[in-house]
Structures are given as C-alpha cells and as structure tokens.
C-alpha cells in the first residue's frame, strides 16, 4: 500500500467517527453556510499570473515544514501582497492542518479559500461550506467518475466551485463538463516525486474552456513565468513559502520579483 492509499483509507475511517460525532445537518448553522464566498474562478481570471499560496505545517514527503507558523499572520500578508487565493491544509494526521483553520482565515480575509483535503465525501462537501470554502479540491486518482459528478454537483449546489486534480491524461475520463478549473499536480502523490515539465507535458490534453492550474514544486518566479507563457492561468504554491521563517515575507518577495520580471 503506496502512502496515497493509506491517506484515503485513513481519512475514510475518520469520516466513519466524524459522521457519527457530528450529523451533517449540523453544518447548516454555521453562519458561512448561507453566505456567499468570493469566486475562486472569478480571482484566478485577472490579467498576468495568479498565484494560490498555500498554507500546511507539515507533509508525508518532507515531514515538519514550518510547525510553528501563525495562519493568521501568514493569511494577511497573503492577501496583502497581491496573492489571488490561498490554498488550506486541513487534513490533521498527515498534514498538520485543521477545519477551524480554514473557517478562522474566512473570517477575516476577502481572498477566496480552497479547501484542500482528501475529499472523499458529500459529507465533507457540506462540511467545506460550513467552514468558509469557496472552492474543493477533488482529486481525480482517488475518485470514479461518478463520484466527480456527484461531488462537484453538490459543491456547485452549495455556491463553491471545483478544482479538479489531474495527475495523468487519462484522469481526464473523469471530468464533470461542470468543473471550470482544472489543476495538474507536478508531485506524484503516489511516491511524492516532483517533476516540473508535468505541466508542460499535459498541457495540450486539458480542456481549452478551463482555467488552467499548474501546481506544487516552484522555487522560483521563472517557473512560473514559465508556465505562465506555455497557457497557465495560476500557480499553486506551498513549500517554496511555508519552509521559510517567514512565510509572508518570502511570499511578497515572490510577488515583487514576479511582477518585476513580467514589466
């Protein structure tokens, strides 16, 4: 059993404890529940490269990566500095994150968040809107088709909306035609290996009609502009940020030097 596998049947016995602790009907009154959230489309489709900063403690790959940030801290400067959305762990046994971190971050910011987890679920869908999500993360190597079809529904149903995760062109079979974002993971989450020309590989095989995500493994704004150029519309980045002292400060030099190269 490869470490995805044991993330999915781990999270699927938490959800068994989860459904009987708290019923989902429990989640209508949370006070996001009925409030509309900021697109996470709508950021992603400004002039010029948008970037999605993530926020995680911790990952299978690398271990601890920065336990003791302050997602509050790093949330402001985020938002601040130009960043277009911010990504959350909330996945707690593998990546150190929590549900309440996300719903703490909705509280305040008027970036859109990105729940992202292991998504499995309806009941996690309707969790991710009690908490503040304006998108999901699904996941297409660890879903049916008809598990993509049901879940974006509902997320659509429930005012957020779908980055769909692709790690190879035939997760492309899974597709909803109601999903607009899609996102290709340069790190194999099977054996966590990063390889940057991913993006570039599968390019051409994404659907001309989504916005286009290119995730994980960038260390430097030239990545970016990169793949900005080969048809990207938005970068999901993580490690390069939170390994940092000071993940906000390494953020917003990012950003300078970002903007700086595309003058």
């Not at 489309?41 to 926020?55: N, Q, R, V, Y």
């Not at 692709?166 to 899974?174: A, G, N, Q, V, W």
């Not at 940057?196 to 995500?213: A, Q, R, T």
Request: with cysteine.
């Amino acid at each position: 059993m490869d470490m995805l596998d044991k993330i999915i049947a781990f999270k699927r016995s938490e959800l068994e404890g989860k459904k009987k602790f708290l019923p989902v009907i429990k989640f209508e009154d949370s006070a996001f529940f009925k409030r509309e959230m900021p697109s996470f489309h709508d950021a992603l489709t400004k002039p010029g490269p948008s970037i999605i900063g993530e926020f995680k403690r911790k990952s299978p790959s690398n271990g601890m990566i920065n336990i003791n940030a302050e997602i509050e801290q790093v949330a402001r400067v985020y938002e601040e500095t130009g960043i277009a959305a911010m990504s959350i762990l909330t996945d707690r046994q593998f990546f150190g994150g929590a549900d309440h971190d996300l719903q703490n971050v909705a509280s305040f910011v008027k970036i859109p968040l990105l729940r992202k987890d292991f998504i499995v679920d309806e009941y996690q869908v309707v969790e991710s809107k009690s908490i503040g999500a304006s998108a999901i993360l699904l996941i297409a190597s660890v879903l049916s088709k008809k598990e993509v079809g049901a879940l974006t529904e509902l997320s659509l149903n429930l005012g957020m909306e779908v980055l769909f995760e692709i790690h190879d062109e035939k997760d492309l079979e899974k597709m909803s035609h109601k999903i607009k974002i899609i996102g290709v993971n340069n790190r194999n989450l099977k054996t966590f290996e990063v390889n940057m020309n991913h993006s570039i590989e599968l390019f051409s095989s994404l659907p001309e009609n989504c916005l286009k995500v290119a995730e994980s493994g960038f260390q430097t704004y030239k990545e970016v502009t990169k793949l900005f150029t080969t048809g990207y519309n938005a970068f999901l980045i993580g490690g390069k940020f939170m390994r940092s002292k000071s993940p906000g400060e390494t953020a917003a030099q990012f950003m300078k030097d970002l903007k700086k190269s595309l003058e």
